[in-house]
């Protein structure tokens, strides 16, 4: 179990927000990948879903080749996942150009022993023993998750969100802010309360509004 993970007896791994993304060497659709190289400086999208040609997982990964210049612009590099193997992924990658108007250049890790999605806990017994729900890891830099988000097999994923949180992430990063809820570039933020006084003035000079003494918003 890599540092950092939990594990219970007879358990997936258990990931958690601050957690060191556990590193791994796997096949893709574009060639041999290890993981902790292959980030680089960029962030990362690594989602999982549960199998090559079917409907739902079609769409998701004709949106994510869709929003690649999106996803160029937050240095996000995304990396798909499903317990199928590199011959399956490159046939389906062809109907996905086709049926959803894109072309996919990003690699979809084959994991075909399921180790790389037992490792993520992305296989949910209850869904399946074989393949994986719909996972999402949003991993820094630093190779550190700053998100997850798990959806059912049935439910596509909303693209907007993702990218919305990838933008709230590297924001609160960059301004040293939190941000409120349904927040979107250009919208108000929140001053952490770990910021006082004069840091606070010094960091935010266009000022605040507050609120409460804990609730105080301003813009950037």
């Known amino acids: 179990v890599p540092r950092g993970m939990t594990r219970t007896p007879g358990a997936t791994v258990s990931i958690h927000i601050g957690d060191t993304a556990p590193d791994f060497t796997a096949d893709s659709s574009t060639g041999p990948i290890h993981l902790h190289e292959w980030i680089g400086d960029s962030w990362v999208f690594f989602f999982s879903h549960p199998g090559d040609f079917t409907p739902v997982c079609t769409t998701e990964i004709g949106r994510t ?4 210049g999106a996803f160029a612009q937050r240095n996000v590099k995304p990396l798909g996942l499903s317990t199928d193997g ?12 086709d049926t959803q108007d894109t072309t996919v250049t990003f690699p979809i890790i084959a994991d075909a022993d399921r180790s790389v999605a037992r490792l993520y806990g992305m296989i949910h017994p209850h869904q399946s023993e074989t393949t994986a729900v719909r996972t999402v890891f949003i991993i820094d830099p630093k190779k550190t998750v700053r998100l997850t988000m798990t959806y059912p097999m049935n439910v596509g ?17 960059r301004e040293r802010i939190a941000t ?24 935010f000079p ?14 950037l």
């Open 65 to 68: 080749a869709q929003l690649a």
């Open 86 to 97: 590199v011959a399956d992924h490159l046939a389906w990658i062809k109907d996905v150009n």
């Open 157 to 173: 994923r909303n693209f907007s969100e993702i990218l919305r949180v990838i933008d709230a992430l590297q924001t609160a990063d």
């Open 180 to 203: 409120p809820a349904d927040w979107v570039q250009g919208g108000m933020v929140i001053i952490p309360n770990s910021i006082q006084g004069e840091e606070a003035a010094a960091l």
């Open 206 to 219: 266009q000022g605040w509004n507050e609120v409460r003494p804990y609730l105080r918003t301003t813009t």
